[in-house]
Nanobody, 122 residues
Framework: VQLQASGGGLVQAGGSLRLSCAAS????????MGWFRQAPGKEREFVAV????????YYADSVKGRFTISRDNAKNTAYLQMNSLKPEDTAVYYC????????????????WGQGTQVTVSS
């Protein structure tokens, strides 16, 4: 599985962005999809994960209620809708594919995409 993340950019605090993660391969729908982020000088951290069929989602406490993860298996794409963005959300965001879902929560991911930069100005 190859992953291509896009949609990052510069936004003011309180604004919104939607990240996309396009996957190649016919087995996309069998993988849980996740998003992680890494801020300068910090370790990469879990943001959100969605199960293979979209039936289960989990979020980091820091983004709960503001971010929404979704997927469209027909388009081999996962999304991260980010609302009410804060300066502390500034980071490089990475998408990930793995199975089972628990491996995403553990950070032991099968496949990583390249990062996309999100910068939130105050």
């Amino acid at each position: 599985v190859q992953l291509q993340a896009s949609g990052g950019g510069l936004v003011q605090a309180g604004g919104s962005l939607r990240l996309s993660c396009a996957a190649s391969g016919r087995t996309f729908s069998s993988y849980a999809m996740g998003w992680f982020r890494q801020a300068p000088g910090k370790e990469r951290e879990f943001v959100a994960v969605i199960s293979w069929n979209g039936g289960s989602t989990y979020y980091a406490d820091s983004v709960k209620g503001r971010f929404t993860i979704s997927r469209d298996n027909a388009k081999n794409t996962a999304y991260l809708q980010m609302n009410s963005l804060k300066p502390e959300d500034t980071a490089v965001y990475y998408c990930a594919a793995s199975r089972p879902l628990s491996t995403v929560l553990a950070g032991k991911v099968d496949y990583w995409g390249q990062g996309t930069q999100v910068t939130v100005s105050s």
